[in-house]
């Protein structure tokens, strides 16, 4: 690496010097910037605009919409009603499904888990959740979060984007444009899959980490597991490193003259993209090589964080992005949405996340990371409280529901251990602090330095941004 | 003391624009629109909803009745207009905009409407509501520069600010350039040495009506509608599976190549079920409106996914026909443009009576949900003949939807055009009336939408920079007049899209070198003092290695292809077994189709496509961003595609016969680049191709491990090592910036 890092120092020198300062300022060369933290204008002063409290995110998406009231949520009436048409009980209140729409009652159903109270916040979890029990008060539980749509594209779609049509850039493009990299070697927002069994599985859209109408530049990348993590990183003729110099180094030098010839910034970018692809080519083999993680580490995220393409591993993956300053990883994990069957499905969506979610937030901790990390566990939307399938405790599933869910955020200056909002003992609607998605784009973005409002991008001749024209920061979630 | 001191820092204002004032007069579209529209519309337009104050600015009548707090302003009088003193005032309270919508007004801006004020605050219609001008191109100084008409309104800007245009580019630059914008491939060594010979009048001509009559155009400019119309081969949406819309594909193509006249293009496909009689490819044409993404989703309700894909259709046809950004106006009254919720929903009433459900379909999404649809006649042997969606009518009452909401129906509204365009009087009230207006000679936009789009095809930018929005917040054309002539021209030749192109792809403006003139403040090209120059997209960088190498399969039309792909780019987006998609890699030549012809999947992108920046295909496109980053030099340094191409170029290379180093090395580069390499350049490549053969030549296994790439066969005729290291050379040249950008 030193040898390469020498031969970019010296091309950059070479070029400062034929440029001059004004010709560097024109130049969209984002290894340049990288060490700095300020941006392009947006909105008339740069950003960061406050001092940020975080510097990156990690988002542990739970594809399917997990359900509150079997894993966070508990709800003692649903015992005494149980079998009653929730509609008897209370008012109907924004849209059912076209699953459970047609159905003539929907009876209430209580939860087959037991919940026992955790941690100094005393934080009621669910048996299914015995690792992130034991650090409730590491985070913030939201229990008021609530969205509009009540289907997994729009609503994934909302969650992802603030909007739930197609065409919106994703939150970490935002943050991309937004805040640029901090890193010189990785993307500024990197995408994980996982997924449980194949049962249940709503499928993953790749405009969930589209950049909409910002620059293609800031599009989430997918990091895919195994030996090439990232599309056409490796070169197939497997060339050694001093082959694929010699060969990059000539078209540097036909580049060279192209840009001397033609006066064309892009030249000067696309010399630097080089210089970026091939020094990806070591840094993202040096990512992917967990031969310097202890056993201790094993431990801590569990067996699974040794196989490629689980959960544990890609939180273990999280973690290793977090250090080398990416800015916003997106996890994924398939396979919550439990219409059918949920005790047969759920604990097995538990088992896969539970102990890697609270490894990550741990394993940050001791690193000193979590106090500049956002890491936040969540899905589109909630479920019912009244069944879909299945009267009985032992079979039962619940539809998708938007009215209110949890959402967990820890690190990044959110209160650790509070527990945020209340529902109403049917969970079927927020009774207190409601917590809207544009509400916690809002909040997040507040952390990372930045003010909803002012993070704009001109499309079609409209200012958008990633709250639309909504979200309020709710200052009670922060410290 | 407030009014006071808003009129001392008047007078300064005033001052200090005085030299500004001696300029030429302020114009309302030009200088106060853009202020008024970026700063105040938002609360003070004709959104009734958002309106502040009970003020609304964006017609004078309203602005000089005034709001709760008097008129705007006093024509002829700054000093006693409210306009004036607020938008000058620093007193947080009084200020204008408030300064908690961060929306601050420069200098510049307030001075300007200081003047404007004093001139006697004149509105005008917005430009491109306007009919077209006709104006004679303007007579120029140098008269001998100009080829077409195009080339007197570019010539007189460029000499009302003293700058010279660029001169011509060599006849191989131009080449290279004007094949790819017609064809979207670069040209032969042949075609280049035919111009070059070609001394007589007339050169530069029969080359464009050469590449006009190619099937190679044809599939270059429906390549472009592809986008437009936003094409997929698959449903969108959450699972996302397969569809069969590639007949209509071949309609576009088919109506390219007979330079079908663009007025009955358009028609064609927004209404050829409702023409008389229509024959089974008018109603293919009719899929236009069918290309956006269906969901089979379980659980979604019918109902609001129909209103959903009327939406698509309705804003779709408002972008591609009208330059308007019709779907700010689906919930609420336009903010900036004189568009209401009524006009909107009156527009869509001509979309919102297609026949079809809003039913999830099966996975096949063969069933029900696709109907109506029409049975293609394929050539080819097949058999089920695929059914292609179409257009048909179900007669359906139309509401002005609260809030958007399917399930809020307000007042009921009649299918018209927005009341701000010529009246839409005497036509049937359906998707043909609809097509007949917007393609006759009143409707001003259809033809300047077009034209801009076509120009924006040659020059990388359109001379509206805004292509989707011709609206109060798109920019306005840098040559309107030019803009209005051609659109003009355009309509006069019978809507004749060759005589469009030559117009502008003969003329000096387009003839220009594309060197950047750093010596004029004008790095986005804005006043055309030099020919353009921008990456090539995505489907050209891989179609030109393909073609250099001599891999192209030239077929036309037909089903998509799946060309090299690495493994899991479908398969890990976490599908259920049930419902996935498996990408199956072709075989063969149908592994070297052109680009336009790859399997075009909305949730799973193919990467070759996406990272040269092509979009999804979930929204209409018309402008497609040359981004520059890190993953396009992998690609090209390591996809299959181009390193197989490599080598099948440096055996072209070696079949030619020559044993000399630098003479294949010139070679290849010629074929890549269509120019002779420099003295530099050749010693360059020279060396790195004696470096790579001593590599080679030390270890076999090495080349071996090259040659082994692509599923192509390795002609066994030639010396590994040479073939090796020669296709390095060649995989280098296909690397250049220059080998990705047309200049």
Known sequence: ?479 | MVKRRFLSLLTIAMALSSRAVAEEAVDFNRDIQPILSNHCYACHGQDAEARQGGLRLDRREDALAGGDNGPAFVPGDPDSSALVARTLSTNPDEQMPPPKVKKTMTEADKQLLVRWVKEGAEYAKHWSFEPIKNAAPPSVFSKDWPRTPVDHFVLARLEKSGVAPAADADRTAYLRRVTFDLTGLPPTVEDLQRFLEDSSSGAYERVVDRLLSSTDYAERMATIWLDNARYADSNGYQFDNARTMWPWREWVIEAFRKNMPYDQFATEQLAGDLLEKPTKDQLIATGFNRNHGYSIEGGIIDEEYRVTYANDKTTTAGTLFLGLTFDCTRCHDHKYDPLSMEDYYSFYAFFNTSAETGAPGDKGFKKKAAEPVVEFDANEQEKNAPLVMIMAEKPRETFILKQGQFDQPGEKVEPRTPDVLPAFEGYSTNRLGLAQWLTSSQNPLFARVTVNRVWQQFFGAGLVRTPDNFGLQGERPTHPELLDWLAADFRESGWDMHHLIRQIVLSATYRQESRHRTELDDPDNRLLARGPSFRLPAEMIRDQALAVSGLLNRKVGGPSVKPYQPDGVWEDLNAPKSHAEIYTVGSGSDLYRKSMYTYWRRAAMHPGMAVFDAPNRDVCVVERPTTNTPLQALATMHDTTYIEAARKLAEKILRQGSEEISDQVATAFQLVLTRSATDKEMRILNEVYRDRLARYREDSAAADKLLAIGESEVDPTFDRSELAALADVCLAILNLSETVTRK
């Open chain 1, 1 to 479: 690496m030193d040898e390469i890092e020498s031969t970019i120092r010296k091309i950059s020198r070479r070029r400062m010097l034929q440029l001059g300062a004004a010709g560097l300022g024109g130049m969209a060369f984002s290894s340049l910037r990288a060490s700095q933290n300020s941006r392009p204008l947006i909105g008339g002063t740069p950003l960061p605009d406050h001092p940020a409290k975080a510097k990156r995110v990690i988002y542990l998406f739970q594809s399917g919409g997990p359900s509150q009231v079997d894993l966070f949520d508990p709800k003692p009436a649903l015992a005494k009603y149980h079998g009653k048409d929730i509609f008897q009980l209370i008012e109907q209140k924004g849209r059912l499904t076209g699953f459970t729409n047609g159905h003539k009652i929907h009876p209430v159903i209580e939860s087959k888990y037991q919940f026992s109270q955790h941690g100094e916040n005393g934080a009621w979890m669910s048996e299914l959740l015995p690792h992130m029990s034991k650090i409730t008060d590491e985070f913030c539980t939201i229990r008021s979060t609530s969205t509009t749509p009540v289907n997994h594209d729009p609503a994934l779609t909302f969650m992802q984007t603030g909007h739930n049509l197609p065409g919106r850039p994703s939150f970490g493009s935002w943050l991309s444009y937004g805040l640029g990299s901090m890193n010189r070697n990785l993307p500024e927002f990197v995408v994980l899959l996982s997924r449980g069994d194949l049962g249940n599985m709503q499928p993953l859209n790749n405009r969930l980490w589209g950049n909409g109408f910002l620059s293609g530049k800031h599009a989430g990348v997918r990091f895919r597991s195994g030996a090439e993590p990232v599309l056409f990183l490796n070169d197939p003729a497997e060339k050694p490193i001093t082959d694929r110099r010699r060969i990059l180094d000539a078209i540097n030098q036909l580049n060279e003259e192209e840009l001397a010839r033609s006066g064309d910034p892009a030249v000067e970018t696309r010399i630097a993209q080089y210089e970026m692809a091939f020094r990806m080519q070591s840094s993202v083999s040096d990512l992917a090589d967990l031969s310097d993680e202890p056993e201790s580490i094993y431990k801590l995220y569990g067996e699974d964080a040794r196989r490629p393409g689980t959960f544990a591993y890609n939180c273990l993956m999280a973690r290793r992005l977090a250090e080398r300053g990416v800015r916003f990883t997106q996890l994924y994990h398939s396979g919550w949405d439990h219409h059918f069957n949920l005790p047969d499905h759920l604990p097995k969506r538990c088992r896969e996340t539970d102990q890697a979610s609270a490894a990550l937030i741990l394993d940050l901790k001791q690193r000193g990371l979590l106090d500049d990390t956002i890491v936040i566990w969540g899905g589109e939307f909630g479920r019912t409280t009244f069944s879909q399938d299945g009267k009985v405790k032992e079979s039962y599933g619940r539809d998708h529901h938007a009215n209110c869910f949890t959402t967990l955020v820890a690190g990044g200056g959110f209160k650790p251990g509070l527990i945020h909002g209340e529902t109403d003992d049917f969970c079927y609607s927020v009774i207190k602090d409601e917590v809207s998605v544009h509400d916690l784009h809002a909040t997040l973005m507040h952390q990372l330095g930045i003010d909803h409002e002012r993070l704009t991008f001109r499309s079609q001749g409209r200012d958008y941004r990633l709250t639309d024209v909504h979200g309020k920061v709710i200052k009670d979630l922060l410290i």
